[in-house]
């Protein structure tokens, strides 16, 4: 049973446009919830995060809304670049004092046409 | 630093033959995770160490799957016997709590098991 949703497997945005990934989640004891970048051959990397104490995070092109009545958070680049090309996973965690682990969607795969 | 340094990158063997992956995590990290992808399920968390010991082992998928730490720059995934339905990318992350930011993960680039 997936509790972290990536419904859409691939989302095709045109250059400097805004691309928006969505990601929905079903257990409510989540508290931080992040975005990781996936290139071929290469391992996930950290892109951004937000606690469940925010609704928005930012950090240059990259912003993170999340929904915590809906369950529910989004990822907007605004511009996208063709560098943005990648699959995109949403992470949740819960965190228990002295662990801790993420739980990862299935992924959505970006493609930005130049 | 290296990063997280994995091997082999690719292996392919035959159904019923022992594969063990290896992982090197970042010095100094505490946490180390091994995961798999499949284009089904995505990154599923296997199994996590603190320090050396097996935290949660509950995304092992059965019996023939198991996992070692022997100390803090080194640890093992083993699958024995492999079977096809094994095959996926295999990916090891280390973290550390101190890092901040709920300890953000850094993974290495992978192993690609093919099991024929």
């Known amino acids: 049973d997936q509790q972290v949703k990536q419904n859409s497997p691939s989302l095709s945005v045109q250059e400097g446009r805004i691309s928006i990934l969505n990601c929905d989640y079903t257990?409510?004891?989540?508290?931080?919830f992040l975005w990781y970048k996936k290139y071929p051959a290469e391992g996930p990397t950290f892109l951004i995060s937000?606690?469940?104490?925010?609704d928005k995070n930012e950090d240059g092109r990259f912003t993170v809304f999340l929904n915590k009545s809906a369950k529910h958070l989004s990822l907007h680049i605004v511009p996208s670049q063709p560098g943005d090309s990648a699959v995109y996973f949403c992470a949740a965690s819960v965190g228990t004092s002295g662990t801790y682990k993420y739980i990862f969607g299935t992924g959505t795969r970006l493609k930005v046409l130049a | 630093d290296a990063g997280v340094i994995q091997s082999p990158r690719h292996e392919v063997t035959e159904m019923g033959q022992e594969v063990t992956l290896r992982c090197k995590p970042i010095s100094g990290h505490d946490y180390l995770f091994w995961y798999r992808q499949t284009m089904m399920r995505g990154l599923e968390l296997l199994i996590y160490?603190?320090?050396?010991?097996?935290?949660?082992d509950s995304g092992m998928p059965e019996d023939r799957f198991s996992a070692k730490m022997p100390n803090a720059s080194f640890s093992t995934l083993k699958i024995q016997p492999s079977e096809p339905r094994d095959s996926a990318v295999y990916f090891c992350?280390?973290?550390?709590?101190?890092?901040?930011?709920?300890?953000?993960?850094?993974f290495g680039p992978g192993t690609r098991l093919t099991v024929l």
């Open positions: 257990n409510s004891m989540f508290d931080y």
């Open positions: 160490f603190n320090n050396n010991v097996p935290i949660d």
């Open positions: 937000i606690s469940s104490i925010k």
């Open positions: 992350a280390s973290s550390s709590l101190g890092g901040g930011a709920r300890g953000t993960q850094y």
